[in-house]
């Protein structure tokens, strides 16, 4: 504690933007949540709630992935900040150009209640022009430094607040509304955030050479982050394939005010994230680290898990009775707050240990795991289909961590040996960042 408190008392500026930044968007991600499920109803919220499920995966490239990338090279590698942020700026693009087309034509197979030109704008939205503010974020942040990124970070999220808030008051928040609206919005901050960026470069902010380095740094943060999001978010699109999509509104309800109650587990993990890339002298240091911090997430993850399962049924007092079934759900899934609470802090062991290949190969085997279970369970199920799958992945993806550190640590296992130098060092960097994912990534909300 006293190690934290010199932290941030050398970081007052970026502690209050970091917490004004959470508290923003806590506040964007709860009024769309209402708002939305309360106008669409569970159909039309699982709708909308399975077509960002759908591109939740492919956004980690175009948007933490890009915005990772530009600070690594321009701090680290010390690269000219025009260079990297013209070949950030195409990245960006060049995945929504990619993208944009396929995943609107999926989403209008396979999700029923998206109109097309809502499905295009909506996904636009989020590849082409949040695009291009995460990698103006990303710029912003490697030559200004954490508050003045957050400070340009925050014109989205107010944005969004501001726009929910419009449609509201005016009886008029439908997709239609909500996809064109947010299309404007995110349109001026993109462009603020493209003269932002050229006032700081003192040349004009444009795409241009994209080069082979930022590429492969690009995908490398992008991997694991895709897989965790696929994890995540995966069932609530194969809900809405399904033809589950009044069962993916609810799912997708009671799922979401899980995650906003998991928020200070979150806080602790990005909190503590760097401790475990310094050096502690004894046997078994870093088993020690994990479990210290679990026992402390537990000390909240508990009564926390025990009043989400109490609280539950005001669920339907908050958005409408379509959202009856949505109690019984958020009671069999709050167990995930203590499973991610206690599962975290071993993979953060293994990059400790320098073994971040094998902690990816984890989050990537778990999530393709997850997906088959998805596909297994969901279609005949439904949400109960969706539930187990989760505890299921959750569970294993617990065990198989501390399971990895414990063997790690111990020179037992045999099955992973030393991985190259070279490849090893540059995924350790990379994986480094997930500090700051917590605090810099752009993350869409449904």
């Known amino acids: 504690m006293s190690r934290m408190a010199r932290l ?26 209402m708002l939305l499920g309360r106008t669409l109803g569970a159909t039309g919220y699982g709708a909308y709630v399975g ?16 915005l990772l990338a530009a600070m690594e090279h321009v701090v680290r590698d010390r690269e000219d900040p025009v260079e990297v942020s013209r070949s950030c700026l195409s990245m960006a693009l060049l995945n929504a150009l990619l993208w944009v087309p396929v995943l609107s034509a999926v989403g209008l197979r396979w999700i029923e209640g998206v109109p097309a030109l809502v499905g295009f704008l909506l996904v636009g939205a989020e590849f082409f022009l949040n695009g291009i503010l995460a990698a103006c974020v990303g710029m912003v942040q490697a030559l200004t430094g954490f508050s003045a990124a957050v400070r340009l970070r925050l014109a989205g999220v107010l944005s969004r607040i501001g726009l929910l808030t419009v449609l509201a008051i005016a009886h008029s928040l439908t997709l239609t509304t909500l996809a064109v609206g947010q299309v404007a919005t995110l349109g001026v901050v993109a462009a603020f955030a493209i003269t932002r960026l050229s006032r700081l470069l003192r040349v004009p902010a444009r795409p241009g050479r994209i080069h082979l380095p930022h590429v492969r740094s690009v995908l490398l943060y992008g991997l694991g982050i895709a897989a965790s999001s696929a994890q995540s978010d995966a069932d609530k699109f194969v809900l809405t394939a399904a033809h589950h999509q009044a069962d993916a509104g609810r799912y997708g309800a009671a799922y979401r005010l899980m995650q906003v109650v998991q928020m200070p587990v979150t806080a602790l993990i990005g909190a503590t994230h760097l401790s475990f890339l310094h050096k502690e002298a004894g046997p078994n240091a870093q088993s020690r680290r994990a479990i210290r911090l679990s026992l402390i997430a537990m000390t909240y993850a508990v009564p926390a898990v025990i009043c989400l399962i109490l609280m539950a049924p005001l669920v339907p007092r908050i958005l409408t009775r379509d959202f009856a079934e949505a109690t019984l759900i958020l009671q069999l899934l709050s167990p995930v707050v203590i499973l991610r609470g206690v599962g975290v802090f071993p993979m953060n062991g293994l990059l400790g240990l320098g073994r971040g290949v094998l902690r990816a190969q984890l989050l990537v085997g778990n999530a393709l795991f997850t997906l088959a279970l998805y596909v297994a ?4 199920y439904s949400w109960r289909g969706a539930l ?24 037992l296992s045999t099955r992973t040996g030393p991985e190259h130098p070279a490849r090893e060092a540059a995924i350790q960097t990379s994986l480094n960042g997930l500090h700051d994912i917590e605090m810099t990534k752009v993350r869409p909300e449904p």
């Open 51 to 66: 077509l960002y499920a759908l591109i939740g995966p492919f956004l980690a490239p175009s948007q933490s992935g890009v």
């Open 388 to 411: 187990v799958a989760t505890l299921v992945s959750e569970t294993v993806l617990c065990a198989s961590s501390w399971i990895a550190l414990f063997l790690c640590e111990r020179g």
């Open 377 to 380: 369970f969901i279609p005949k």
């Open 8 to 33: 941030l008392a050398k970081h007052k500026g970026d502690t209050f933007w970091a917490l004004v930044d959470q508290g923003a968007a806590l506040v964007s991600s709860t009024l769309a949540f």
